[in-house]
């Protein structure tokens, strides 16, 4: 087998692994943005969500219904309660997030 044939070989081979890694980070990502909906009360209970950065800034019905422990668990690294607000300091999926839930709201 010549070189260049083991070489395309090998290129196609980690493509492979990419693209799988690729998508099973994205289905991760949406049980995620799941949890969260529901860990925030449920879609009915979110009245406007905002990011800026790594922050995710949410206005809700009633916070009593938020679980904040869960939220932590999903990855937060903060929360942050006024009034009827939180904010949510997550890593870089702050826009996804906020992305995701204006679709659902």
Do not use: W
Not at 49 to 73: G, W, Y
Request: charged share 25%; proline share 1%; with cysteine.
């Amino acid at each position: 087998m010549s070189p260049i044939l083991q070489y395309v070989i090998i290129a196609i081979v980690i493509l492979i692994i990419l693209a799988v890694a690729l998508k099973l980070t994205r289905k991760d990502f949406a049980i995620k943005e799941n949890k969260l909906i529901e860990y925030l009360g449920g879609k009915d209970n979110i009245i406007n969500a905002e990011c800026n950065m790594s922050r995710f800034k949410v206005i809700l019905r009633d916070v009593s219904l938020v679980q904040k422990d869960a939220i932590q668990h999903l990855g937060a690294k903060g929360i942050v309660e006024i009034d009827n607000q939180l904010k949510i300091i997550f890593d870089k999926n702050a826009k996804q997030l906020k992305k995701y839930i204006d679709e659902i709201v």
